[in-house]
T-cell receptor, first 112, second 109 residues
Framework: KNQVEQSPQSLIILEGKNCTLQ??????????LRWYKQDTGRGPVSLTI?????NTKSNGRYTATLDADTKQSSLHITASQLSDSASYIC???????????FGTGTQLKVEL | DAGVIQSPRHEVTEMGQEVTLRCKPI?????LFWYRQTMMRGLELLIYFNNNVPIDDSGMPEDRFSAKMPNASFSTLKIQPSEPRDSAVYFC???????FGPGTRLTVL
């Protein structure tokens, strides 16, 4: 069964610090891997989309990396802000399909 | 662009009642997806349409759930009869990059 697993499940960091969220997946072959940010009470918003041939993709303070050999991705957040507090979801799209496989997310809290 | 529009934003109903959730996708997007999100199971794809045609409805829990897309600018997800275990946030997303709407929080008492 195709799976996407994320770690840690939750994380608390101080404002201004960096953090890295992990995603391991078994979906293969896949066409793209996405990271979404979901604020409480809102729909997920796409941060980055990487195809299987891309190693890294940045969006402001968010940088996603992809290692297709080890089937791992990470999302690095630089100089965290209070507004970064949200759930971050890793999502993989299988090759030839639109049916996304979602991870269970990492709940990030940024504190003063 | 107003993005994906969903209505209602909140719905509280009693067990056994019919519930209809509505979605207006982003203009020009050919695909539309319905998802359900719960704390226990996370985000689950229920059904998706391409050019108004249902492509994959394998995620629809059971016959109580049905979805339609009569035209490119409107889709509905209907639950009849509703049950307490249907309580969740239901999202609509449009386009291949899947822009999500704000969701409908459904509570079935």
């Amino acid at each position: 069964k195709n799976q996407v697993e994320q770690s840690p499940q939750s994380l608390i960091i101080l404002e201004g610090k960096n953090c890295t969220l992990q995603c391991n997946y078994t979906v293969s072959p896949f066409s793209n891997l996405r990271w979404y940010k979901q604020d409480t009470g809102r729909g997920p918003v796409s941060l980055t989309i990487m195809t299987f041939s891309e190693n890294t993709k940045s969006n402001g303070r968010y940088t996603a990396t992809l290692d297709a050999d080890t089937k791992q991705s990470s999302l690095h957040i630089t100089a965290s802000q209070l507004s970064d507090s949200a759930s971050y979801i890793c999502v993989v799209t299988p090759l030839g399909g639109n049916k996304l496989t979602f991870g269970t997310g990492t709940q990030l809290k940024v504190e003063l | 662009d107003a993005g994906v529009i969903q209505s209602p934003r909140h719905e509280v109903t009693e067990m056994g009642q019919e519930v209809t959730l509505r979605c207006k996708p982003i203009s020009g997007h050919n695909s539309l997806f319905w998802y359900r999100q719960t704390m226990m199971r996370g985000l689950e794809l229920l059904i998706y349409f391409n050019n108004n045609v249902p492509i994959d409805d394998s995620g629809m829990p059971e016959d109580r759930f049905s979805a339609k897309m009569p035209n490119a600018s409107f889709s509905t997800l209907k639950i009849q009869p509703s049950e307490p275990r249907d309580s969740a946030v239901y999202f609509c997303a449009s386009g291949n990059t899947q822009y999500f709407g704000p969701g409908t929080r459904l509570t079935v008492l």
